[in-house]
């Protein structure tokens, strides 16, 4: 007889006032395996891992853990069944150290205060057993996002977890974290713990998973075993249909420079200098594809652009004028479009209506101003165009921002961008957090802009992306532009070894 | 859908009514009164025409007040300061008309600019503290209360009282009758009875109207008042859609100071006209209260203004027939604020959540639609 399985949920069904997130949902997850769960946003995958740690209770269906019934009402009780949840979001206090976090809520007690020796024992031999690096004193706030994401790891083993739910664990991670946490999953799943893992990115998923299920619409579409699967069949398998791909189409770049720096060096918070001497041309209808693990100055090469932060020396040239001087107003009114790389903190009013969104960034300028007033009605009409035109999925233009989902919210905010018709859009990360849906109309938007004649400066985590749509790549590192590639003969993996300064030798060459 | 909305809208200014009304009835109870009776008795007396006289006087100021502590609040600036800016500027405006005699026309548009730029630029003070130095409004508005003060009194003793005075009351001198703000007495008249006891409606209340609609239109009809309002919303944001971060906290500190400055006008002009050492103290910090009750919308402050009026001019009568100290009113006022702000964050909640949820249907109905049709454009 076949031993039972760590997690089978059968005919789970849970509804909410309109909708049903999941239908009828089959998962059988086998002890010691890896089993990844796929699908869009909104396919319900969210759902069912907050059922299978307490958080909702289903309608219907039956969950056993280890082959024993279970029903939680709380992550308490899930806990208490071994079971535990990384978040996407980390829950961690920066103000204590790595230890203090991992305890907080299950110290251990000697004589009415917390044992914080007996605590730093065990999480030392939590590290050991499992190889995960870790600095029990380190406060938190001085972690990378790896780090952090192993603190919480650590968090749930503490707990006396065997089965273990990663919330797209990656999404956050840059490629070397992501295979450090691979490199972990593997020394967890070796010594014979569950791991559930949510995710879209589906390299990634046939790297790691022994198991793939595929949620699509709240129904499980199949459960396949990942050496049977192809990325292509996986993502047609999600989205129920052919999958488009961010392929270049033969297009003519021109001679006009739309925007150029000249040796722009930028100091940071801390008056370290996060940008040297930085070179760049960007022409009309070319996309600039800027490579680099995060931190690397991209941030700082933007609010530069933008004049979000001051330049400390070099020349800003935007459409043949000097820009070094000007304020980010002026700068925006004369044609530069902004794509945030965190929407919610520098792309939208989350607490305002869609319309009032819609003008962010432009309500100085028609359809949205009238001399020094608002025009009202004209950013109505603007905006209903931008939600018809873009597919921005809403009730009506005066919903807030925040009741949208993260593709509509990013939808609202590229269609904005390039509703209002900019010379040079700076794009961060423009399809992160979205589903395959969306981010294929994302792609075919850009293209569409560029055969118009816009400058993109395309700035992007995710290397197919930039492979796929930039005409020309630069890789930055430590601040400085490394290497400038064309994206027709290089590989995720060439690129990966530009950004991580491994392959200095290899095609370097300032641009 | 709109039924519902209006559900929504009346929800929480309904359950911070009914909350404050138990809340009271129990510290009634407490101090051995029935709550019945009081609330009966502060009815009666609070429908009379001359007390609803007195509540439109009270009401005036605090409306100001919010208005000028509001304008901070839109963009998380907390503007504590009020309470000294209307203090020196009604100490400066009331010497500033003694001192000419002009057309009546312009002589009380120069004491309200008086009063308006004395504000503003004491206010905008501590805006430029916060650009150039980094120092937090709440802070230096603070100290500058202290400062205010300290110069009221300075200035009393030594160049701005009135050097003809014998009493020990310092004031300034009397501002001539071009000066003075007219009452409404006529007007309403003309619609009710005579009023007794020499009570009047102060005119004033004109200019609190006009304020409050210049606010409104300024917030959200002016690209002004949109930097202003996002800002608040969301800074880096703001910033990123090109509002000038530094420009818009002086804007709104000069904004606000401007407001601050008329508070102590219906006094100043219409009943006292002068400055003296009775002049009414407190209204900045009332004015704090007054906003978070109408939630930083003008027409939620004028709700808030006339219900503290009310509870000023009505509640005493507690004391008169000895039922209740007149310590009552600020319990009174205090509870209210309170179950205000509980009420609406509630709300808020709520309607945040239902909101997602009107969406989330919404937008799965238009999903449904696509993955009826596996084959065709998905999420294009």
């Known amino acids: 007889m076949l031993p039972a399985p760590a997690v089978e949920l059968t005919g789970i069904t849970k509804r909410f006032p309109g909708v049903v997130a999941n239908d009828d949902v089959h998962i059988r997850v086998a002890e010691g395996e890896i089993h990844a769960v796929v699908g869009e946003n909104g396919a319900g995958k969210s759902t069912l891992m907050k059922i299978l740690y307490g958080m909702l209770v289903p309608d219907e269906g039956q969950m056993t853990v280890d082959g024993d019934e279970v029903s939680f009402s709380s992550p308490g009780e899930a806990i208490d069944r071994g079971i535990g949840m990384v978040h996407q979001h980390f829950m961690l206090a920066d103000n204590l150290t790595v230890l203090e976090n991992v305890i907080l809520g299950a110290e251990p007690v000697k004589r009415g205060a917390i044992d914080l020796e007996a605590a730093r024992t065990s999480l030392e031999e939590l590290g050991a057993a499992y190889g995960l690096d870790i600095h029990p004193d380190d406060m938190v706030e001085t972690l990378e996002v790896g780090e952090r994401q192993r603190v919480e790891i650590i968090k749930v083993l503490y707990r006396g977890a065997k089965i273990l739910i990663l919330d797209e664990p990656t999404a956050v991670l840059v490629p070397q974290e992501v295979e450090e946490l691979f490199r972990n999953l593997r020394e967890l799943k070796v010594q014979g ?249 994302v792609w075919e938007e850009l293209r569409r802009v560029r055969a118009e004649g816009l400058s993109l400066l395309l700035v992007s985590a995710d290397l197919h992306e930039l492979i796929g749509l930039a005409d020309r790549l630069v890789v930055m590192l430590g601040g400085r532009i490394v290497a400038e590639l064309d994206p027709a003969e290089t590989t995720p993996r060439l690129l990966g070894s530009h950004m991580t300064g491994a392959d200095a030798t290899n095609g370097e060459s300032s641009s | 859908m709109t039924a519902r909305r209006i559900v929504m809208a009346l929800a929480a200014p309904v359950s911070a009514f009914a909350f404050s009304v138990l809340i009271s009835s129990a510290v009634l109870i407490a101090v051995g009164t029935n709550p019945i009776d009081a609330w009966a008795e502060m009815l009666s007396f609070g429908m009379r025409l001359e007390t609803l006289i007195e509540t439109s006087n009270r009401a005036t100021p605090l409306y100001l007040a919010g208005i000028a502590v509001a304008v901070g609040f839109r963009m998380n600036l907390f503007n504590i300061g009020v309470e000294g800016q209307y203090t020196i500027a009604a100490l400066l405006a009331a010497s500033a008309g003694a001192a000419v005699s002009l057309p009546a026309a312009l002589h009380i548009l120069l004491i309200i600019a008086v009063a308006m730029i004395v504000g503003s630029l004491f206010s905008g003070f501590a805006g430029y503290l916060k650009v150039t130095r980094g120092v937090h409004e709440v802070i230096s508005t603070i100290m500058l209360n202290a400062i205010a003060w300290a110069m009221v009194g300075y200035l009393m003793r030594t160049w701005l009282a009135d050097p003809d005075d014998t009493t020990l009351n310092l004031k300034t001198r009397e501002i001539a009758e071009s000066g003075r703000f007219p009452n409404l007495n006529g007007l309403l008249e003309a619609f009710t009875r005579d009023i007794k006891g020499g009570r009047e409606l102060g005119g004033f209340i004109l200019v609190a109207v ?158 449904d639609t696509g993955s009826d049709q596996p084959e065709g454009e998905v999420g294009a």
């Not at chain 2, 009750?293 to 009568?317: E, K, Q, T, Y």
């Not at chain 2, 310590?327 to 009420?343: D, F, H, K, P, T």
């Open chain 1, 193 to 441: 713990h569950t791991i559930i893992f949510i995710d879209h990115k589906l390299t990634e998923v046939l790297e790691i998973a022994d198991t793939i299920t595929v949620l699509r619409a709240g129904r499980t579409v199949t459960t396949v075993d990942a050496g049977d699967v192809t990325a292509q069949e996986l993502a047609e398998l999600m989205i129920g249909g052919d999958l488009p791909s961010p392929s270049t189409a033969t297009h003519q770049i021109d001679d006009h420079v739309t925007l150029s720096l000249a040796g722009v060096s930028v100091t940071d918070d801390d008056e370290r200098e996060a940008l040297s001497d930085i070179d760049l041309t960007l022409h009309r209808g070319e996309i600039l594809g800027v490579a680099g693990v995060e931190g690397n100055g991209q941030g700082e090469l933007i609010e530069a652009i933008l004049g979000l932060r001051p330049t400390a020396g070099g020349s800003l040239t935007f459409n043949g004028e000097d820009i070094s001087d000007w304020s980010v107003r002026r700068r925006r009114e004369s044609g530069i479009g902004y794509v945030p790389e965190d929407r919610h903190r520098r792309g939208l009013l989350l607490d305002a209506p869609l319309w009032e969104n819609a003008m962010l960034g432009h309500q100085t300028v028609e359809p949205f101003a009238r001399g020094s007033l608002i025009d009202r009605s004209g950013a109505r009409d603007a905006t209903e165009a931008i939600v018809s035109q873009f597919d921005v999925r809403t009730p009506g233009i005066d919903t807030t921002a925040r009741a949208l989902s993260g593709g509509n919210q990013q939808k609202l905010v590229i269609g904005r961008e390039i509703a209002a018709d900019p010379l040079l859009l700076i794009a961060a990360h423009p399809t992160r957090g979205i589903d395959v849906g969306a981010q294929a109309a």
């Open chain 2, 210 to 367: 006009v304020v409050g609609i210049i606010f409104h239109l300024y917030l959200t009809r002016t690209r002004s008042g949109y930097d202003l309002r996002i800002t608040g919303l969301n800074p880096f944001a703001a910033e990123a859609s090109g509002v000038d971060p530094k420009a818009t906290v002086v804007r709104a500190m000069l904004l606000s100071g401007a407001v601050a400055g008329l508070i102590g006008l219906p006094e100043i002009l219409g009943d006292d006209f002068k400055y003296d050492l009775s002049f009414t103290k407190g209204l900045g910090f009332a004015g704090i209260a007054v906003a978070l009750i109408g939630r930083n919308h003008p027409a939620g402050i004028a709700v808030g203004a006339l219900l503290f009026g009310w509870l000023d001019s009505a509640a005493p009568i507690l004391d008169v027939r000895g039922d209740a100290p007149r310590e009552i009113v600020s319990i009174l006022q205090g509870v209210v604020v309170l179950s205000a702000v509980v009420a609406y964050e509630v709300v808020s909640r709520v309607r945040q959540a239902q909101e997602a949820r009107d969406t989330a249907i919404a937008t799965a109905a238009q999903t």
